[in-house]
């Protein structure tokens, strides 16, 4: 079945700057990947999705690549703010499948 | 338009108990899942719901049962309840099984 390796669990930036988290897959079949954002006693919350037909999206300041080949795909956040503060999950499925395969999440500190 | 709702917020059972956790449904979604997340780790898939069938099943034992109602909420039921049952359950729904899900704020079980 598929696995989603997360990394890295723990990331700490400056505010403004920039950051990166990445995440492999081991399911070749695997067409969609979405990101979320879990704040403390919260649910998940979708910040962006990307399907294996397009290679990068971009949401303002968050934008998500793909490599399909290497079946590995990042988050990127540009200009870092305190409430980015949060931990971040990918996770990966097989649109028919309808079962989200979530990485060990990122605890993403922001530094002021 | 309301988000995904669930009740209740917290709940504490003592082992061999039987729980029952509800979910609403975002307006105009026919779909939902539900997840079992585990202090510090991703969420796991226990089973989904489509149209009132259940459309797919995680790597859950059969005391975990679920139900889905005419206007598409829906119920989390575990039978037996045991020490690692404790987690935060999440509710998603989705426009149609296929598609993106939305998270509600979970449920967090307490066995002891």
């Known amino acids: 079945g598929e696995n989603v390796e997360q990394h890295p669990s723990t990331l700490s930036v400056q505010e403004g700057d920039s950051a990166v988290i990445k995440c492999t897959y081991s399911d070749s079949a695997s067409n969609y990947f979405p990101w979320y954002k879990q704040e403390l006693g919260k649910g998940p919350q979708l910040i962006i999705d990307i399907r294996s037909n397009v290679g990068e999206k971009k949401d303002q300041r968050i934008a998500v690549t793909l490599n399909k080949t290497a079946k590995h795909f990042s988050l990127h956040i540009t200009e870092t703010q305190p409430e980015d503060s949060a931990v971040y999950f990918c996770a990966a499925s097989i649109l028919s499948n309808y079962q989200l395969i979530w990485g060990a999440g990122t605890k993403l500190i922001i530094k002021p | 338009e309301t988000g995904v709702t669930q009740s209740p917020t917290h709940l504490i059972k003592t082992r061999g108990q039987q729980v029952t956790l509800r979910c609403s449904s975002q307006s105009g979604h026919n779909t939902v899942s539900w997840y079992q997340q585990a202090l510090g780790q991703g969420p796991q898939f226990i089973f989904q719901?489509?149209?009132?069938?259940?459309?797919g099943r995680g790597n859950f034992p059969p005391r975990f049962s679920g139900l889905q109602f005419p206007n598409y909420s829906s119920e989390l039921n575990v039978n037996a309840l045991e020490l690692d049952d404790s987690a935060l359950y999440l509710c998603a729904s989705s426009p149609g099984d296929q598609e993106t899900q939305y998270f509600g704020p979970g449920t967090r079980l307490l066995v002891l």
């Open positions: 719901y489509y149209r009132e069938e259940e459309n």
